[in-house]
């Protein structure tokens, strides 16, 4: 059974991304995948302070929420990031996550390369150009280039009040369909 690792970056637990990421949760699970959606702002996750110990030691020392985060990321089949954007960008919670991948050079990145990334993101502004989610995609694509890891497709909407994604039923479908793909079905 495929793994699909869900990382939603939004303080609102029920904001827009949440909402389109857990639409693409369903569409994995009805793949057949099993699925876990992590919501980082509850996580105590301190940034890479870059030590370089996870050489040395082959995981990185900081004990903090990050810990089981690593297997669930070895283990993944496929990632979901799903983000607001944030000051042009995605937000700082999913970046600090991200940052501490750092820690799987210790496996010359082989426990988190190949697996296939789905991204969503929301914006207040009209579209992703104006909103600085170009930025966000641009990031993404460069750290899967650098993970040899395909991009299998990226959902993005142009949202304000939280959950408003819930009266978007072709939003809604874009997401189910990407977790479907992520999830391991066509
Ligand atoms: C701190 C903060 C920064 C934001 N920065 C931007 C931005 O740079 N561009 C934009 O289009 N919207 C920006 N927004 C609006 C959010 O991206 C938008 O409300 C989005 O739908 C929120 O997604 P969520 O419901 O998943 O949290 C910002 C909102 C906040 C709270």
Known sequence: MRNVLILKGSPRERGNSAVLAEKAAEGARAAGAQVESIYLHGLDIRACDACDLCLEQGECVIEDDMRPLY???????????????????????????IDRWYAFQASKWKE?????????????????TSSGGINAVRTLESLCLFLDSPIEGIVHASLDKAGEAETHPELLEQAYRLGQ??????
């Not at 697996?115 to 579209?127: A, M, N, Q, S, V």
């Not at 793909?181 to 066509?186: A, C, F, H, I």
Request: with cysteine.
């Open 71 to 97: 297997p669930k990321l070895a283990e993944a089949d496929g990632i979901l990031l799903a983000s607001p954007v944030y000051w042009f960008t995605f937000s700082a919670q999913l970046k600090v996550c």
């Open 112 to 128: 988190i390369s190949g697996k296939p990334f789905g991204i969503i993101l929301t914006y207040g502004d009209t579209d992703l």
């Open 181 to 186: 793909k992520l999830g391991g079905g066509n």
